[in-house]
């Protein structure tokens, strides 16, 4: 029931996935039935195999507290997506609905990796998409240690997902030289430094591009400002180019770039929600049938390659919350 | 002796820019004597009418704290550029350098506004040039109050140089709903709404783009992350396009505009240290001697216009201070 299209959109893209990977993927969509059934018939996909129908209960309105409308609407279709993830009854839940409801959904449901005290939202931009930057949103005020243990996430998500062997982790500053950033961001430094993890400083906003390490850590407040600015940068400059760049050469490759940068589904979009025991991938809101379908095939992708499994043994070796209180 | 190519760079610049408007400009080559003369003649401009040369001694070295770095070579090219401008024998001065130097210098010899606590920096970007965007690096730690106050600077700087009668301020957030924000966002919202000031509210990163209000306000730390990331992405895609859009047409039009939004002189160099008594302008380290002489005759504008004197009268009516302490 979540993004702008919905029922259509989700229900259209997951006809899409499961008829291009009918071996590989099973969808469940979960809605209020008869909304649901309604779209699967105007799509023309009312009994199509591998894609069944799970009830739900309430629309999320826009706007509201996530853990209030939660409790409100507790049937609600992202919540019951996790409640099929930690039952064992789904491998894992894709929502292109309201981005925090989905975290909330993800932590009640599902729960914490040991060790940590909030999930991060992980993004990749389309200029560097192996490369792991959070938080993108969900922890405005995290303190030093939790951005230590978002560190050590994304390091474990770009072991296991990106297959990096060594993966590198740098702090996303106001300048690269030690002493700078803000207070948080300061104190962040001086955890990162004790950690043990493999942790090679600060790096500033013009380095992002050259894409500096394999993860790249921040505050939500901040990640959220730079991910949405170059996302709003990117596609008011793809759309300077639409309809000029036609041709083949070059230029078609120089502007396919930039509408790569600039597509939503790469930059800007979470690719999961790092530190709850399970995997719940959320959305843009503007995704299309096809971004959409690209997201559930990733997804299976994942489960595939026992991402939260691996991410579990990848945390394992050196746990989160050993640093001191602060 | 500031920026990446000095004293060269910057010494042809004057000259570039003393010729275009003989009229309407004079300069002060401020620096140690020998080199800057030994730059004036490798430029053929020993003797130019309207270019003079102000002894200075000492160079900066990179890093280190500016305030120290003040104190151990006082008569350094930055500081004695704004003692000239606080002395009354310079209107204005203009410096490649380094940004937190040239900020000490500033605040130290001109002093604060009334009612200013910290001077901010300000930039535009060259997809909105018109927008004022502050803080952009000085105060990555500020009070709400203190962002009240670069709201105020912000509105009179819009309604002084760039003539808008009746401009507006926005906070960058998270989100647009009023309760979005880290802890400092949310606090700075509240006291913007009880200021009295012309404030509609919160804009995130993707609504920059779209030019969301004549005045935008964040912390120091957010705002220099966003706008090099911005800066770092817009130049990586002018990149890609160049060498392959030679040719006229809607093509060549988007690619300007590509290679405006990713010029570093448009986007990212401060237009202004703005809450210091008079006029100091930072540019960018790595400007070339066109966008150093652009730099020097929006100076002269900015001079002919009384921008400190308007900037101190925009002030006046409701000035800064008023609110109370946290």
Request: hydrophobic share 45%.
């Given at each position: 029931?979540?993004?702008?299209?919905a029922p259509?959109?989700?229900v259209?893209?997951?006809l899409?996935?499961?008829?291009?990977r009918?071996?590989?993927?099973?969808?469940?969509l979960?809605?209020e039935?008869?909304?649901?059934?309604?779209?699967?018939?105007?799509?023309?996909?009312?009994?199509?195999?591998?894609?069944?129908?799970?009830?739900?209960?309430?629309?999320?309105?826009?706007?509201?507290?996530?853990?209030?409308?939660?409790?409100?609407?507790?049937?609600?279709s992202?919540?019951?997506?996790?409640?099929?993830?930690?039952?064992?009854d789904?491998?894992?839940?894709?929502?292109?609905?309201?981005?925090?409801?989905?975290?909330?959904?993800?932590t009640?449901?599902?729960?914490?990796?040991p060790g940590?005290?909030?999930p991060?939202?992980?993004?990749?931009?389309?200029?560097?998409?192996?490369?792991?930057?959070l938080?993108?949103?969900?922890?405005?005020?995290?303190?030093p240690?939790?951005?230590?243990?978002?560190?050590?996430?994304?390091?474990a998500?770009?072991a296991?997902?990106?297959?990096?062997?060594?993966?590198?982790?740098?702090?996303?500053s106001?300048?690269?030289?030690p002493?700078?950033?803000?207070?948080?961001?300061?104190?962040?430094f001086?955890?990162l430094?004790?950690?043990?993890?493999?942790?090679?400083?600060?790096?500033?906003g013009?380095?992002?591009?050259?894409?500096?390490?394999?993860v790249?850590?921040?505050?939500?407040?901040?990640g959220?400002?730079?991910?949405?600015?170059?996302?709003?940068?990117?596609?008011?400059?793809?759309g300077l180019?639409?309809?000029?760049?036609?041709?083949g050469?070059?230029?078609?490759?120089?502007?396919?770039?930039?509408?790569?940068v600039a597509d939503?589904?790469?930059t800007?979009?979470?690719i999961?929600?790092?530190?709850?025991?399970?995997?719940?991938?959320?959305?843009h809101?503007?995704?299309?049938?096809?971004?959409?379908?690209?997201?559930?095939?990733?997804?299976?992708e994942?489960?595939?390659?026992?991402?939260v499994?691996?991410?579990?043994?990848?945390?394992?070796?050196?746990?989160c919350g050993e640093?001191?209180?602060p």
């Amino acid at each position: 029931m979540g993004g702008d299209g919905a029922p259509d959109v989700p229900v259209a893209a997951a006809l899409e996935a499961v008829a291009a990977r009918p071996d590989a993927l099973r969808v469940m969509l979960v809605g209020e039935r008869r909304a649901v059934e309604a779209a699967l018939a105007r799509c023309g996909g009312v009994g199509t195999p591998g894609v069944a129908v799970c009830d739900a209960e309430g629309i999320l309105p826009e706007g509201g507290h996530p853990a209030t409308l939660m409790r409100r609407l507790p049937r609600n279709s992202i919540r019951q997506a996790a409640r099929l993830v930690a039952a064992g009854d789904a491998d894992a839940a894709v929502s292109m609905g309201h981005t925090g409801a989905c975290l909330v959904a993800a932590t009640w449901e599902m729960g914490l990796l040991p060790g940590v005290e909030r999930p991060a939202a992980a993004v990749t931009f389309g200029f560097a998409p192996d490369m792991t930057f959070l938080d993108a949103g969900p922890n405005p005020d995290p303190t030093p240690d939790q951005m230590v243990q978002f560190a050590r996430l994304g390091l474990a998500y770009a072991a296991t997902v990106f297959g990096i062997p060594t993966p590198r982790v740098a702090l996303l500053s106001n300048g690269r030289e030690p002493g700078k950033g803000n207070r948080l961001a300061q104190a962040a430094f001086r955890r990162l430094e004790a950690s043990g993890l493999p942790f090679i400083g600060n790096v500033e906003g013009l380095d992002l591009v050259h894409r500096p390490a394999d993860v790249v850590v921040t505050d939500g407040f901040t990640g959220n400002a730079v991910l949405k600015a170059v996302e709003g940068v990117a596609g008011h400059l793809a759309g300077l180019l639409t309809g000029v760049a036609g041709g083949g050469g070059d230029l078609a490759r120089a502007a396919a770039e930039i509408a790569r940068v600039a597509d939503t589904t790469q930059t800007g979009a979470p690719i999961a929600f790092l530190g709850v025991d399970g995997l719940f991938v959320p959305g843009h809101g503007r995704s299309d049938a096809a971004a959409i379908a690209r997201t559930l095939w990733r997804t299976a992708e994942m489960v595939r390659s026992g991402f939260v499994d691996r991410l579990r043994s990848g945390l394992a070796p050196a746990p989160c919350g050993e640093e001191a209180a602060p």
